[in-house]
């Protein structure tokens, strides 16, 4: 698995990106705090408009983010954001929706593709990982939030179905890589949660003991990985950013550490060059 990523600054904006995805040549992206306006505690780049800060602040943050990286704040197109596995595509006339307060926000769904080069695919992040999805010989793209939910209703695989039957995607020729998230060392979640994961991908690995029998450990990355073999892509072409948001308080907000109010959203950006 490729574990490689950079961190970027420009202009004062950080975001990371993957070396595997650098190499399948497609644009992409995880914000990290780094380079807005939004004042403490959910300092400074907060991408989510449900937290407690003024819709123009976040405009602004969105649209550093675009200046910064070269990308079109009216070619975006947010998930809706609701922590299950459905995916929709997306071409050009979805362009604002889940941005832009005058246009209609998808349907419900956490993942989103397009082989359209005039849309610019984003999910918003707390803890919960982005998977990206790049197939280069159909020019064909696809972006998710998951958390254990999405994970464990295999939205990654959801994704690859979805580029098949748009576009001819094939599993083996796919490039998948797992974003920032919560690790496996800080997840606590149910004990009964973590026995399900264990049963649906069949690797003993994603749950750790916990001190209180009632409660476990999870590694959602892990399981993500799991999901992309067994749905057929090829393991030289998965990867991950190796950045725990729970622990790299510098770089990342996260809802388990920092609780509801007090926290920002990150964002994932995918799009074709």
Known sequence: MNSDYTLHMQDGVGIVTSSLLDEAGVHHGFTTRYGGMSKPPIDTLNLGFNRPEPMETV??????????????????VLVSYVHGNNVIEVTARDCGRGIRPECEPLPDCDGIVTNDP?????TLHADCSAFF???????????????????????GQKLIEKMHSCYGTR?????????????GKCYEVDRSIGEMFINEFGDGNIMREH???????IDIRLAAEDGFIQAGVRQEHIGHIPCCTYEREELFYSYRRDGRGRTGAMGAFLTLR
């Open 59 to 76: 405009t602004e943050n969105y649209k550093r983010l675009c200046r910064a990286y070269d990308l079109d704040f009216d070619k975006l």
């Open 118 to 122: 005039d849309v610019v695919l984003f």
């Open 133 to 155: 999805v790049a197939d280069m010989k159909h020019n064909a793209i696809g972006l998710s939030h998951a958390g254990w939910r999405g994970t464990y209703g295999r939205i």
């Open 171 to 183: 599993a083996e020729d796919v490039y998948a890589v797992v974003g920032p998230c919560i690790c």
């Open 211 to 217: 001190e209180n029998p009632d409660k476990a450990y």
